[in-house]
Each structure stands twice: as C-alpha cells, then as structure tokens.
C-alpha cells in the first residue's frame, strides 16, 4: 500500500492534516484531537506496516474497514 492511499483514507475519515518537518504530515480528528497520527513519506513510497497499522487503527474503525477500503480503491 501506497502512502498515497493512507492518506485518501485519513481523508475520508474526516481527518484534517497540517506539515510537519520534512516529509512528515501530522493527520488529527475532531473527535480525537490528542491522537495524531503521523506519516512520513512521499506519495509513491511504499507504506510501512506501522504506518497501516496506525492508519488502520486511528478513530474507532477496525482493521478490516481499513484493508475493504484499500481493496475497493483496487477495484476502481
């Protein structure tokens, strides 16, 4: 999975991002706004596990909310 593809989900989820140091983009929630979640990386680059694990994690969706999105945006 792509780092592209994490953050059109954080995207959908509502998440809000602002610009950390280099490649770093901190993503909050209203709902959730001690919980950053941080991702470092160009768009094209590969994700790392802890990066899904992360994004996967965030809010209150379950993992396999997250890998569904992931295989419908396949799909398209």
């Known amino acids: ?3 592209r593809r994490l953050k059109t989900i954080l995207k959908r989820r509502g998440y809000t991002v602002r ?3 280099g490649s770093h983009c901190i993503w909050t929630h209203p709902s959730l706004p ?3 979640i941080v991702l470092a990386g160009g768009n094209n680059e ?3 596990p802890y990066q899904i694990a992360r994004v996967c994690r965030g809010q209150h969706h379950h993992r396999s909310t997250c890998l569904y999105d992931s295989q419908k945006h396949h799909e398209q």
Do not use: L, N, Y
Request: hydrophobic residues 25%; charged residues 35%; positive net charge.
């Open 1 to 3: 999975m792509k780092i």
């Open 46 to 48: 590969d994700a790392h």
């Open 19 to 21: 610009s950390g140091k």
């Open 34 to 36: 001690g919980r950053p």
